[in-house]
């Protein structure tokens, strides 16, 4: 009798295992699909699509320290251009062609960006990390713009001719090979992100974000814990401006800017803080929503996009997502009952 119930209590325990894996292996799969359709039906877009899994980095990079640890930046920005930056000069400077290797140099130095910037900004809280992340993107952009010998200064950097993948595909002026890079880098970091908010350690930046207080009262390193976290972050945000640096083969200031800090905040809060899957999604709503308006409309375009901002906010406040998933559960309750 005892061995049976200890066998049903393991296959209980191991069933929300298998549910998690089954959805990710789910998303996995959609990424993947969505991804071979989109190239499939607009293969003149590849350009912009590699924009988008790129700038899907730097939102996830986001959702790291806002939606699951709870600290407010708007210079994430920072994190990213250090990154283009870092594999640019690598590649124009030093000779590191090599995609992979270039990817690895944005990763490191997204990495240090956000080891640095995370003292600064991890000193305040609330309305004064806002400021000081203002203050840390808006340096790091004088800084880009003042090392001219090394960054182009305003005219950008160029001369950046990654070499071919594998030493077999070259990178083509129709982006194929970069699409399909991206794609693939994609997909690991969000397979390695869902692992990383599940263990522990994502756990207890969940736990800090609710209360940080209770969780250093209980004897747990607050700030170090939030620091690992923005290294992270960078680490993920250098990623995605590594890869726009290979897939443009450029890196100009605007990777620096505040507007994308500020951009890249409005695509997480329109699919939804605090998840993965809503980093991605408003992120693609976003960027495809803001080209299309903006090709019919090329003077008015904010004023619609603003409108849909609005929306968003006031009649899904969880994000596009977070809409899905609540009409999705009333439907499932309406049916069992």
């Given at each position: 009798m005892t061995d049976v119930t200890l066998n049903l209590a393991g296959t209980r325990s191991l069933r929300p295992l298998r549910q998690t894996l089954a959805v990710d292996a789910a998303a996995v799969i959609a990424i993947i699909g969505v991804s071979a359709l989109l190239f499939v039906l607009f293969p003149g877009s590849l350009a912009l699509l590699t924009r988008i899994v790129a700038l899907m980095l730097l939102v996830l990079a986001l959702d790291l320290v806002t939606g699951f640890a709870g600290v407010g930046t708007l210079g994430h920005a920072a994190l990213f251009g250090a990154g283009a930056y870092a594999a640019g000069i690598g590649a124009a400077r030093f000779g590191i062609t090599d995609p992979l290797a270039m990817l690895g140099l944005g990763a490191a130095a997204g990495a240090a960006a956000g080891a640095l910037s995370s003292v600064v900004i991890l000193r305040a809280h609330g309305l004064g990390q806002l400021v000081l992340s203002i203050a840390v993107v808006q340096l790091a952009h004088e800084a880009a713009n003042k090392f001219s010998a090394w960054t182009g200064g305003s005219d950008g950097l160029a001369g950046i001719v990654p070499a071919r993948l594998?030493?077999?595909?070259?990178?083509?002026?129709?982006?194929?090979?970069?699409?399909?890079?991206?794609?693939?880098?994609?997909?690991?970091?969000?397979?390695?992100?869902?692992?990383?908010?599940?263990?522990?350690?994502?756990?207890?930046c969940r736990a800090i974000r609710q209360d940080p207080v209770r969780v250093k009262?209980?004897?747990?390193?607050?700030?170090?814990?939030?620091?690992?976290?923005?290294?992270?972050?960078?680490?993920?945000?250098?990623?995605?401006?590594?890869?726009?640096?290979?897939?443009?083969?450029?890196?100009?200031?605007?990777?620096?800017?505040?507007?994308?800090?500020?951009?890249?905040?409005?695509?997480?809060?329109?699919?939804?803080?605090?998840?993965?899957?809503?980093?991605?999604?408003?992120?693609?709503?976003?960027?495809?929503?803001?080209?299309?308006?903006?090709?019919?409309?090329?003077?008015?375009?904010?004023?619609?996009?603003?409108?849909?901002?609005?929306?968003?906010?006031?009649?899904?406040?969880?994000?596009l997502t977070g809409a899905v998933a609540g009409l999705w559960m009333s439907r499932v309750r309406g049916g069992r009952s």
């Open positions: 594998f030493g077999l595909y070259r990178f083509d002026l129709w982006g194929r090979t970069s699409f399909m890079l991206a794609v693939a880098v994609l997909v690991v970091v969000f397979v390695a992100l869902r692992v990383l908010v599940r263990s522990p350690f994502g756990m207890l009262a209980m004897g747990a390193p607050v700030y170090f814990t939030l620091v690992k976290m923005y290294i992270i972050s960078g680490a993920v945000a250098g990623l995605g401006g590594a890869l726009s640096t290979v897939a443009t083969k450029v890196v100009a200031l605007d990777s620096l800017s505040f507007n994308l800090s500020a951009e890249a905040l409005v695509m997480l809060v329109l699919g939804g803080a605090g998840n993965l899957f809503g980093a991605m999604v408003g992120t693609l709503v976003f960027v495809w929503f803001e080209d299309l308006v903006s090709a019919i409309n090329p003077f008015h375009w904010l004023t619609v996009v603003g409108l849909l901002l609005i929306c968003v906010v006031l009649f899904a406040p969880r994000g």
